[in-house]
């Protein structure tokens, strides 16, 4: 099978779509002569022109609406952020408006609207460019939100985004755009709300999503060369969240880690624990443990960055603690 | 009292006008009777600027609003019984007890809603604008929005952009003078809100907003303009409303000599006038018009009293357009 970058998957992804339905559209920050932020929109505007790859001002708060009301009207807008950091401003947007248009009109009105950009840190950034707010998203009902780098679940995922009736939040990951996956020619879809078992094993369950699935697979990989044997999931969609795939692993593992970047308050991994301990209770034989950026902002210098971000060291020794293990 | 309009748009501006008055009243009663409950905010005294604008555009433009939204509504087209329904909370109101007063919305009216965060809607209302482009049509849309919206930096973000790529929308502040409770004047030191439209070379005017003749005049020549590819205009309608912001403002922070003043230039008195001054109608004609308006009021509070309050299932639907979506319930 053929060898590609997420981003490329992503643009893949968005092309497909748009040959096929000339009601979809890209709106964004440098998203046409500029060919994207990231490069994602690379070559777009030669193919779909000015009319469907629209380039905005730096008025976040202003395109995500006008896109919302575009999607009242018969169209689906993909919206670009050039990170979710700066959809901040345009959160009204995404929680009082989009997720609530079916709702308050009763389901005459729909909105079929994705909205996607990276998301979480990307090197020595600092505050206000680092921060990952998939349960920020994800406690709203009305919305639908998928974190993923892997390129072949994020091309088919992307295309399920743009195809859905209701609002998508769709975050990647700046360090992610270079990743290689492979993704075959032929189109295919991604279901949304279906979670991804991307390594099987018994002895613990891993669960992760967007770049920390590279931090919970190197982890797995150090775990088997002490015979530990991991089941890694990857979440994929965040919300729906498929809690049924967590718990049938954890039925036959009988102990889960969660790794993500969140702020640990409210987090994914609080959710996923409380369905776990509901659904699970009897299973298992240690207590669910997570691990979290650091419950603070994120600051520039290096080693403040290593020790705010979850890591394979720390992952490992988690595992280790949830086996009983000493060391 | 000489007019460039004929009887026809006078007799339907007195009929509507009258119908808003007296449904916004009536809603005003029942909401001190509790039969109407969350925010309420009435258009009472501002229904020269829906029937003005209703009168100059096309049944199938868009309109989109504020919270302040029965008048426009009932004006764009949604039966007074669905709205009274909606405002009882009941299966049968335009959104299915589901928006309540703040949310009325048709998608075959062309309403795109009723919008509770102050200016919002004023992207909203340029996105549905850039559909319409974008798929070709002719059609124009309609955006409100009061003069404390005017204040929000989403109007900015939108009327550069909508300059930028020549929406067909008509901007509508109806500047009623007092966000909520604070005056115009304590909010900005641009008190011509208009002129704002200047920075984004957007054309901009101002218009009488007690009169129906001059919100026909002034949205037609803004409709003509965006049907015609000439993008959008900001319209300033100088209007006002005789009752408080919400049903809970008993409006103390202006003057009974103010209100005496403005409720001289009720625009359901001077357009009876005018009909009555070109004899367009008898005595007993007006009286036949007042009695039907009475009678649909009437007859949809009846309406919203037989109709039942949603299913208790309905708890969990049209929260999704997605039927089979997965709630989280325990």
């Known amino acids: 099978m053929r060898t590609i970058a997420l981003r490329q998957a992503l643009r893949e992804a968005m092309e497909e779509e748009m040959r096929i339905d000339s009601s979809v559209f890209l709106m964004g920050e440098e998203v046409a002569q500029y060919n994207g932020a990231y490069k994602v929109s690379q070559g777009m505007l030669t193919e779909f022109g000015p009319k469907r790859i629209v380039d905005t001002p730096i008025s976040e708060l202003g395109f995500a609406a006008i896109g919302v009301g575009a999607a009242m009207n018969n169209t689906k807008p993909i919206i670009e952020f050039m990170t979710w950091n700066f959809a901040e401003l345009a959160i009204d947007q995404i929680v009082n408006h989009a997720a609530k248009i079916v709702s308050m009109s009763g389901g005459q009105f729909s909105c079929p609207i994705v909205f996607r950009g990276p998301n979480g840190s990307a090197g020595q950034l600092a505050a206000q460019h680092s921060q990952a707010f998939e349960n920020w998203y994800a406690n709203v009902p009305g919305l639908k939100v998928i974190s993923t780098i892997n390129p072949y679940d994020a091309k088919g995922l992307l295309k399920s985004a743009i195809r859905d009736a209701d609002p998508v939040v769709f975050m990647e990951s700046e360090t992610a755009y270079g990743d290689l996956g492979e993704v075959p020619e032929e189109t295919y879809l991604i279901p949304i709300g279906k979670a991804s078992i991307k390594k099987e094993g018994t002895d613990v369950t891993i669960v992760s999503y967007n770049k920390m699935m590279k931090v919970a697979m190197d982890a797995a990989t150090e775990l088997a060369k002490e015979n530990i044997n991991a089941e890694v999931i990857d979440l994929r969609t965040i919300r729906p969240l498929d809690w049924q795939t967590i718990v049938e692993s954890v039925k036959k593992t009988n102990r889960l880690v969660i790794v993500e970047e969140q702020w640990p308050f409210g987090s994914i991994s609080s959710e996923i624990t409380y369905r776990t301990q509901k659904e699970a209770f009897d299973f298992l034989d240690a207590p669910i443990r997570r691990i979290c950026s650091a419950d603070a902002n994120m600051h520039y210098a290096h080693n403040l960055v290593a020790g705010y971000l979850p890591d394979v060291p720390k992952t490992v020794k988690l595992v280790k603690e949830v086996m009983y293990m000493k060391k | ?330």
């Open chain 2, 1 to 330: 009292m000489h007019s460039q309009f004929g009887k026809e748009i006078y007799l339907y501006w007195y009929e509507t006008m009258l119908l808003l008055r007296k449904f916004e009243e009536k809603a005003g009663q029942l909401y001190g009777m509790q039969k109407i409950r969350g925010f309420c905010h009435l258009y009472i005294g501002q229904e020269a600027v829906a029937v003005g604008t209703i009168s100059a555009l096309r049944d199938d433009d868009n309109m989109i609003t504020a919270y302040r939204d029965h008048a426009l509504a009932i004006a764009k087209g949604i039966p007074a019984k669905e709205c009274m329904a909606e405002l009882y909370g009941k299966a049968t109101g335009c959104t299915k007890g589901k928006g309540g007063s703040m949310h009325f919305f048709s998608k075959e009216k062309r309403f795109f809603g009723g919008h509770g965060i102050v200016g919002a809607q004023i992207g909203l209302g340029a996105g549905i604008a850039f559909a319409e482009q974008y798929q070709g049509t002719d059609r124009v849309t309609i955006c409100y929005f009061g003069d404390g919206a005017a204040r929000q930096g989403m109007l900015h973000e939108v009327m550069n952009m909508a300059v930028l790529w020549q929406l067909p929308v008509v901007f509508v502040c109806e500047n009623n003078h007092y966000a909520m409770g604070t005056s115009v004047v304590r909010t900005s030191k641009v008190l011509d809100i208009y002129r704002l439209a200047d920075a984004y070379d957007m054309p901009g005017d101002s218009v009488d907003g007690m009169s129906c003749e001059e919100v026909h005049k002034g949205v037609e020549r803004a409709v003509r303009r965006a049907r015609e590819g000439g993008g959008p205009t900001f319209l300033e309608i100088k209007t006002y409303r005789f009752r408080g912001h919400s049903m809970s403002d008993p409006a103390k922070y202006r003057t009974k000599e103010e209100l005496e003043e403005y409720k001289e230039k009720d625009p359901i008195n001077t357009t009876l006038s005018t009909i009555m001054a070109n004899n367009w109608a008898t005595q007993e004609e007006i009286e036949q018009i007042n009695e039907k308006v009475r009678l649909e009021v009437e007859e949809s509070v009846k309406f919203a009293e037989e109709s039942p309050f949603p299913d208790d299932d309905e708890l969990y639907k049209d929260i999704y357009m997605d039927a089979n979506y997965p709630f989280i319930t325990d």
